[in-house]
């Protein structure tokens, strides 16, 4: 028999790096859960993302134990890798930060193309595109689909 779903929990904490302090600890311990038997298997599946920032999505079970998907990481924080910048811009329409080229925008959209509401590589690295024009990144060259 299936465990019944009480709730979820969706949180985003750097790979390797989960510890019970502030925003772990207190988001597990108001659901009643195990901080210390998250954190540990946390570390262990994200070795491989030592300090990439990593959303989890927590089921949680009403006898208060769990299971958790690993998610790939954000577009706007794989941008600021690739542009080499601390964060985006505060007024993206005017002031632009930095760029990326078309090359950088599909190794993005290939990694998030599993989280990514897409078909095909050329909509994600559209959508990729579009987060790194709200960011204030110029996205150099010319788009691959327009050759």
Do not use: H
Request: aromatic share 6%; proline share 6%; charged share 20%.
């Amino acid at each position: 028999m299936a465990k019944e779903i009480s709730g979820y929990l969706k949180l985003q904490v750097k790979g390797g790096q989960a510890n019970p302090s502030p925003p772990v600890g207190p988001a597990l311990g108001s659901k009643g859960l195990n901080i210390m038997d998250f954190c540990k298997q946390f570390n262990a599946r994200t070795q491989d993302k030592q300090g990439q920032v990593v959303p989890v999505l927590l089921t949680i079970y009403t006898d208060k134990s769990f299971d958790f998907v690993i998610k790939t990481p954000p577009a706007a924080v794989m941008l600021l890798e690739a542009s080499k910048k601390k964060s985006g811009s505060a007024e993206p329409n005017r002031i632009k930060i930095g760029s990326v080229n078309w090359d950088q925008i599909k190794a993005i959209a290939e990694t998030k193309m599993t989280d990514l509401n897409a078909f095909t590589v050329e909509s994600a690295m559209k959508m990729v595109a579009g987060t790194a024009r709200s960011m204030g990144i110029n996205v150099t060259g010319a788009a691959p689909w327009k050759n």
